[in-house]
């Protein structure tokens, strides 16, 4: 008796049809214009598809990784090794537009990445719900810096010990500054090690760090307060985190941070700018191209509502 064979698999066939933002009548025509040496003029021959001025807006502004979706209609390589994929950056965004229907939102913290010469200074309040507001500001005149936080401080009324400055950057000097006045407030260095503190009595925010808590061990305080945002942005949580889609520059910066363990499970994060000039080490001036002030501002905020003071700061009064 012949051996029975096992019928072979059934394939199917597939087609893979890509329509990228060029594709669009619209942009194809100013496309054409350029290629001729012309200024492309806007005119939409066909409604309802992508236009020339949205197109060049969304080039402009949007993140490699949205750009290699949305536009391009690439599968982005790695998506699973971002430390914020495309879609959490996404659901964020509907969430804030969910929280603009909410009557009343509590700040609880503010967060302050202090600029230096020409850089600016990026504010963020928050709540658990998601960002209230960023501010960032060019602050050539450093000493406006303080000023500027007591009245957006005081704006959201949150209280100075809610207030937390990156302490790199003269944010140390500010915070000193301020405490000297009497506004406890508080600082954060994004190279020191990871030692823990209580956290705030926000039962919701700390059950969602605490879920994945046991699991990662953090290489420094930077990757310890990426991290925890990032499973606050994790759509799977009960509760989702807004981000406002007009802070672009903000999930620009966001977008390209990948998530890398090291052999020991330790999560560890680009460093901000090369440790020596040989460097071969990627940086996070070489992800987005400047330094992530509007992140940094983010995390810090949020690294603050989540941990409360785990002792005195001296000049406080």
């Given amino acids: 008796m012949a051996p029975k064979t096992k019928p072979l698999p059934q394939r199917y066939l597939r087609k893979v049809i890509r329509i990228r933002g060029e594709d669009s009548p619209n942009v194809d025509r100013a496309l054409e214009q350029i290629a001729r040496g012309r200024k492309p003029d806007g005119k939409r021959v066909m409604e309802g598809v992508l236009s020339w001025e949205e197109y060049k807006k969304r080039r402009a502004t949007w993140d490699k990784v949205r750009q290699c979706i949305g536009l391009d209609a690439q599968f982005w390589k790695g998506a699973e090794e971002l430390?914020?994929?495309?879609?959490?950056?996404?659901?964020?965004?509907?969430?804030?537009?969910?929280n603009r229907g909410m009557r009343k939102r509590e700040a609880k913290a503010l967060g302050c990445d202090?600029?230096?010469?020409?850089?600016?200074?990026?504010?963020?309040?928050?709540?658990?719900?998601?960002?209230?507001?960023?501010?960032?500001?060019?602050?050539?005149?450093?000493?406006?810096?303080?000023?500027?936080?007591?009245?957006?401080?005081?704006?959201?009324?949150?209280?100075?010990?809610?207030?937390?400055?990156?302490?790199?950057?003269?944010?140390?000097?500010?915070?000193?500054?301020?405490?000297?006045?009497?506004?406890?407030?508080?600082?954060?260095?994004?190279?020191?090690?990871?030692?823990?503190?209580?956290?705030?009595?926000?039962?919701?925010?700390?059950?969602?760090?605490?879920?994945?808590?046991?699991?990662?061990?953090?290489?420094?305080?930077?990757?310890?307060?990426?991290?925890?945002?990032?499973?606050?942005?994790?759509?799977?949580?009960?509760?989702?985190?807004?981000?406002?889609?007009?802070?672009?520059?903000?999930?620009?910066?966001?977008?390209?941070?990948p998530r890398k363990y090291d052999g020991e499970g330790t999560l560890r994060l680009p460093p901000k700018r090369k440790r020596h000039p040989n460097s071969t080490e990627v940086t996070f001036m070489d992800l987005?191209?400047?330094?992530?002030?509007?992140?940094?501002?983010?995390?810090?905020?949020?690294?603050?509502?989540?941990?409360q003071r785990s002792r005195p700061v001296a000049g406080a009064a």
């Fill in 288 to 307: 987005i191209g400047r330094s992530p002030d509007h992140a940094d501002s983010l995390v810090v905020a949020v690294h603050c509502m989540l941990h």
């Fill in 114 to 257: 202090p600029g230096e010469g020409g850089a600016d200074t990026v504010w963020t309040v928050v709540d658990e719900n998601g960002i209230i507001v960023q501010i960032a500001k060019l602050t050539a005149d450093t000493n406006v810096i303080t000023g500027d936080t007591k009245a957006i401080g005081r704006a959201h009324n949150i209280p100075p010990e809610m207030w937390m400055f990156d302490s790199g950057g003269g944010g140390q000097q500010h915070a000193d500054r301020l405490r000297a006045e009497g506004y406890p407030v508080r600082t954060v260095g994004f190279g020191e090690a990871v030692i823990a503190t209580p956290r705030r009595g926000l039962a919701t925010l700390q059950e969602r760090i605490e879920q994945r808590e046991d699991r990662v061990v953090y290489f420094n305080r930077r990757a310890q307060m990426y991290g925890e945002f990032s499973t606050l942005l994790d759509p799977s949580n009960d509760r989702g985190f807004g981000i406002p889609a007009e802070y672009d520059e903000l999930r620009r910066q966001l977008a390209p941070i």
């Fill in 83 to 98: 430390l914020f994929p495309p879609d959490w950056l996404n659901h964020a965004e509907e969430v804030a537009r969910e």
